[in-house]
């Protein structure tokens, strides 16, 4: 009887969910979708940039950076994670494939498909190129976007890297 009423109640839930985004009219969720892309850009941008301040704006005040080998939460430790690397490394995301998902007025998901190099700066000027073995890897970031006061920002954003490139 227990799993019954469960499979009841995520019935209801997964009902109210999809109706829940019916109920958008197109406007409404074109322009939510708009804000969540522009995130993304602002993200790849202020992230290649080094710019620590520009790289926790998108991000939600209690929002999430989840690396395979880290996590970041709130402002504090997503700048911190940028400014320790200022000035050290270069970095270059090329994103291709981003889609976002409304699930209602609040919220929303995507994904986005990202190949990233990085490299140590060393001797190098800031407006010679570096040379590399490869991108760092080949994968893609899994997000969350929700509205708060400052707009719609990055709840969570995690990369699962696909491929991998060992470093000579």
């Not at 395979?68 to 504090?76: I, L, Q």
């Not at 976002?100 to 919220?107: A, E, G, H, I, Y």
């Amino acid at each position: 009887m227990a799993r019954i009423l469960s499979l009841l109640m995520l019935s209801v839930l997964a009902l109210g969910a999809c109706y829940a985004q019916a109920t958008l009219d197109p406007v409404t969720e074109k322009a939510i979708e708009e804000a969540c892309l522009q995130l993304i850009d602002d993200y790849v941008i202020a992230r290649d940039r080094y710019d620590p301040d520009g790289y926790a704006a998108v991000f939600a005040d209690d929002g999430e950076m989840i690396l395979p080998s880290a996590r970041f939460k709130g402002h504090d430790e997503i700048a911190a994670r940028i400014r320790e690397a200022r000035g050290k490394r270069r970095s270059q995301h090329l994103i291709t494939t981003r889609h976002v998902t409304v699930l209602d007025r609040n919220t929303a998901t995507g994904i986005v498909y990202a190949m990233v190099f990085e490299e140590p700066v060393g001797d190098v000027s800031a407006d010679q190129a570096l040379a590399t073995d490869g991108p760092l890897a080949i994968g893609f970031y899994i997000d969350e976007y929700r509205l708060t006061e400052r707009g719609w920002k990055i709840q969570t954003r995690e990369f699962r890297p696909q491929f991998v490139w060992e470093k000579s």
